[in-house]
């Protein structure tokens, strides 16, 4: 069924279609033009798969509708979230553009049928859809491999051949000695595998190898991809192929983007120069090619962009660019690369007439830092710096800054000024830079918020560039200066560790927020007294702001986990929905930002600053390169129970608040027993419901408990006691059962 006929049309949260639990792109290889004249940019994205080799069992509840059938329901593994922006209205397809014949399928006219007729309503719903003229050839039974799409116009989608590439027969000796006793489709399957699980030490062997295999021509046997475009998704089979094992392992998807897609923005620099830039918005890259949005979908990429020769093109690669000219065309050739395995949300693209801001008095980079102890990796096989002792006490990384040349004294004064001092800052309290280099770029006066981070770049709006008024001294440079450290301080917490659920937003903007005090504190060289104030003031001023914002918004928006016990959890495909992502009010609160932030103050005013900052360095050691969620182990449940448990009262409405917010009577057994102590403790009678099913299903941790029940007195609880062990007594141990019959008889 159309995925779009389960999508209320009313509602907020934002789909992700990506089957992920069954199929993950492990790599990308982007071959794009950009467009100025018609606002558009073309090319091709080939996808390098990997089949998932079992899908995990956890039951949940159903959060999103599913492309393909259900089978049951499970949860993503653990292993970034995107930043959010205004969402954008979904244009209708433009004349004028090629495409593949546009048909009416089954898939559509239930779509239309169950919209509720023809009409406008009709129009809403098929507006979106594209397919190949053979989708309906294929059946339902065939594996179907889901991409998250929007706003964009697909042109082919092919099966790669790469059993022609020379380097084959190298990386595989041992199938190319065979190959006569082979089918291509083995062939292609060993390689395929052999390539995306080769060592981090031969990354560019890897990614050399990664480009030369999504050069080749379409697979010439007869057969080809079909596929079908709707509103949020992309779906491509093969016919005859019922599983991912099967399916293909390189695909061609050939396209373009549309003028007013919600990935990027086209619009004027500030010299009134036409420029184009991923918008940041809540659909993220979806509009800009088709991919794989989870966070889960971790993947790295390499990028060739066409762009006018007069044009920079910046990106979220790790080295830096040095365009090639493409022939006797007007356009250059800019290549970038990642070899960290990210969410696809952090790919990031600038295309414009902007200029390098220049200082010959600054150096590029200082290694005088201290060295950090050795730190041991736990994500997968990537070049990591944490493990690269010279990046260790690298304290500036390589840094440049871009603008329009009307705002290049501005950002010379202030962001080229003081990047230096915040990325020293920031090493300081943070340890090693995550990422190699740092590009700033200052984006057209219509960016919809103070700064954007994404891997090596920076996006900063024109407001936190000083007035240039004489006489302002530093106090001129505070905004610029506290909002680059709170968009490096991203790099740690948002970036190289990010929220395995996007909802958990403030995962990544609470930490940025509180480390933009201290990092900028520490770049001003402020005394400790000077620090207090300034973070005093700063504190108060947040305050009023959260007030506000609590007062005159709607409450489910001001919520910092809306999945509550749910968060994290995804369908047997690993389809989700990102709840309330397409509220246009969302994009403009800061709740989550001081929510978090708040919450981080006062834990470090219960066990010091000094002390909270060393857990944060510990806690990037641990798990950076990794996705994580705020929800508590079992362990913290105990140890929070056991806390709650000293305390001589605690209110019905608290303990009504803890049962519902953490599910307390589905837990393991340990953090079963405190809860069922609290109630006793308490007299919560709305849970000796409870009590009663762990004494009955837990046996050999329930016996004092029966005590508990005793010793109060109370004539309800006392009954309960009696009632259970008339109902498990005669299969009980012989010693267990003595001790509670004393007890309770």
Known sequence: MDPDVDINPDTDDLPLRANTNHILVRHYVLDLTVHFERKVISGSAVLFLEPCSGLRTKVENDIGPEVVKKSGTVE?????????????????????????????????????????????????????????????????????????????????????????????????????????GVRS?????????K????????????????????????????????FRRDRWSLQVRKKGVTSSQDFPRVVRICYETRPTGGSVRWTNDQDNRVCVYTAGSPINNRALFPCQEPPVAMSTWQATVRAPSECVVLMS??????????????????????????????????????????????????????????????????????????????????????GPVCLLQKAQMAVLKLLPRCLAAAHAILGVHPFSRLDVLIVPAGFSSLGMASPHIIFLSQSVLC????????????????????????????????????????????????????????????????????????????WRRLSDELQHSEEELQILRPNMENTGQVSESGSSTVKHALNPDKTFMQVHYLKGYFLLRFLACQVGEQQF?????????????????SQLMSEQLVMLLEL???????????????????????????????WCEL???????????????????????????????????????????RRCLSLVQEEMDQSARRVVEEMVL
């Open 76 to 180: 993503a593994e653990e292993s970034q979230g995107g930043f959010v922006g205004r969402c954008r209205d979904v244009d209708a397809q433009k004349d004028g553009i090629k495409g593949p014949e546009k048909t009416t399928t089954k898939m559509e006219r239930v779509a239309v049928d169950e919209s509720g007729g023809v009409g406008l309503q009709t129009a809403a719903v098929t507006k979106y859809i594209q397919s190949s003229h053979l989708w309906e050839t294929t059946s339902d039974d065939d594996f179907t491999l889901v991409l998250d799409c929007c706003d964009l116009d697909v042109s082919k989608v092919e099966e790669v051949n790469v059993t022609s590439v020379s380097a084959m027969s190298s990386l595989l000796p041992e199938v190319a000695s065979k190959s006569s």
């Open 317 to 402: 690669g790790e080295e830096q660019a040095v365009p090639i000219e493409d022939g006797n065309t007007r356009f250059s050739v800019w290549n970038y690369y990642v070899t960290m395995p990210m969410p696809a949300s952090t790919f990031t693209l600038a295309v414009g007439h902007w200029c390098q801001v220049t200082d010959e008095g600054l150096s590029v980079t200082d290694y005088s830092g201290m060295v950090d102890d050795g730190i041991s990796c736990s994500h997968g096989d990537y070049p990591c710096r944490f493990a690269e002792r010279s990046a260790r006490s690298q304290r500036v990384i390589p840094h440049r800054v871009f």
């Open 613 to 629: 900052i060393d857990f944060f360095r510990s806690f990037v050691k641990k798990y950076h390169g990794q996705l994580i969620l």
């Open 467 to 542: 007035s240039g008024s004489s006489g302002s001294g530093e106090n001129g440079l505070s905004l610029c200066g506290s909002r680059m450290c709170h968009e490096i301080a991203h790099s740690w917490f948002g970036l190289v560790i990010g929220a395995r659920d996007w909802t958990e937003e403030w995962i990544s903007e609470g930490f940025a927020t509180y480390l933009e005090d201290i990092i900028w504190a520490q770049a001003q060289q402020l005394s400790l007294q000077d620090t207090e104030k300034q973070s005093d003031l700063k504190a108060l001023l947040r």
């Open 679 to 721: 109630v006793v403790k308490h007299a919560y009678t709305q849970a000796y419901g409870d009590v009663e099913h762990f004494l009955i299903h837990n046996q050999a941790m329930g016996v004092y408990l029966y005590g508990e029940l005793m010793v109060h007195e109370d004539a309800e609880q006392q009954a309960l006691a």
């Open 195 to 226: 390539l995306v699980s080769m060592p981090s030490r031969r990354w560019r062997q890897k990614h050399q190898l990664f480009s030369l295999c999504s050069r080749p021509p379409s697979a010439q046997d007869g057969t080809s991809l079909h």
């Open 185 to 193: 489709v083995d062939q292609q399957t060993a390689f395929i595998q």
């Open 644 to 674: 709650l448990l000293e305390e001589s009262e605690l209110s019905m409405a608290t303990l009504d608040f803890l049962q519902r917010t953490y599910n307390l009577q589905n837990q393991d057994a340990e953090v079963q027993h405190r």
